[in-house]
């Protein structure tokens, strides 16, 4: 995901991704992924070498929460899972694969 390309609109949804790595699992906010070239010029993101962005998760105000999980082992692509709204409803907005 690049700043210029994809990241506003993950960010105006208040998404956050879930990194894995060797030493376990984290959450990073969409708007802090990114590195500035005026800080580090060698790095894009956070992500260490040996990590990989496992989740996103969109948690819009009012809309409850979605998340992009791999479809299965091997698959390609992404499938949106619906999540929960902060009454605890299942929100049914955006489920699809």
Do not use: C, W
């Not at 960010?11 to 992924?33: C, D, F, H, K």
């Amino acid at each position: 995901m690049h700043p210029s390309d994809t990241a506003p609109a993950p960010v105006a949804l208040q998404a956050s991704v879930v990194i894995a790595g060797p030493n376990g699992r984290r959450t990073v906010a969409v708007e802090n992924l990114h590195v500035p070239p005026s800080e580090d010029y060698t790095r894009e993101t956070v992500i260490e070498p040996d990590e990989i962005i496992t989740e996103i998760v969109f948690t819009a105000a009012r809309s409850g929460a979605a998340k992009l999980l791999p479809q299965g082992a091997g698959a390609p692509g992404l499938g949106l899972r619906p999540g929960r709204n902060s009454s605890g409803h299942l929100v049914q907005r955006g489920s699809g694969g």
